[in-house]
């Protein structure tokens, strides 16, 4: 079963925001949110294309 954790709604402003957990953490800085009857649901946004994945490859440095 999922992880779960019981949240306070709070406003910002003229939004409703819910604070969200290390835990729970997305990648990225981007997402999407959808609602699915009387859920929401946020997917992260994955960066897509040949310059998207050459920056999360790290190389080992060399030592002289």
Do not use: C, W
Request: charged fraction near 35%.
């Amino acid at each position: 079963m999922p992880e779960r954790r019981h949240v306070r709604l709070f406003r910002n402003g003229r939004n409703q925001a819910v604070r969200i957990s290390v835990g729970f953490e997305l990648p990225g800085d981007e997402a999407i949110m959808l609602r699915d009857g009387d859920r929401l649901v946020i997917d992260p946004m994955r960066k897509r294309g040949l310059v998207a994945l050459l920056k999360t490859i790290t190389y080992p440095r060399l030592e002289r």
